[in-house]
Nanobody, 121 residues
Framework: QVQLVESGGGLVQPGGSLRLSCTAS????????MGWYRQAPGKERELVAT???????NYADSVKGRFTISRDNAKNTLYLQMNSLKPEDTAVYYC???????????????WGQGTLVTVSS
């Protein structure tokens, strides 16, 4: 069993910053692709940012220049530094990872439970 646990969400004023973390635990041989997604009330889940095991990143246009995705492979942890937050960034943020439990296993897509980010004055 592999679990992803997010933390760091909360209430922040417009223009403020938050840092989200996501730690994977369980039987893990390797983690390839990791990413952050978000779902606002009444909207579909959307991609925020992704990062490969080699460190290549990709961002949604709406967060470019404001958010930074990073990872610590030794700690199986993913981060999202969010700066200059806007009310439209309000959403539940989910962590996703492609995890290989053993060397002979296929990669398994795993989701965290989500952490709520509210941007409001």
């Amino acid at each position: 069993q592999v679990q992803l646990v997010e933390s760091g969400g909360g209430l922040v004023q417009p223009g403020g910053s938050l840092r989200l973390s996501c730690t994977a635990s369980g039987t893990i041989f390797s983690i390839d692709f990791m990413g952050w997604y978000r779902q606002a009330p009444g909207k579909e889940r959307e991609l925020v940012a992704t990062i490969t095991s080699g460190g290549s990143t990709n961002y949604a246009d709406s967060v470019k220049g404001r958010f930074t995705i990073s990872r610590d492979n030794a700690k199986n942890t993913l981060y999202l530094q969010m700066n200059s937050l806007k009310p439209e960034d309000t959403a539940v943020y989910y962590c996703n990872a492609n995890v290989r439990r053993r060397w002979y296993d296929r990669d398994l897509g795993v989701w965290g439970q989500g952490t709520l980010v509210t941007v409001s004055s």
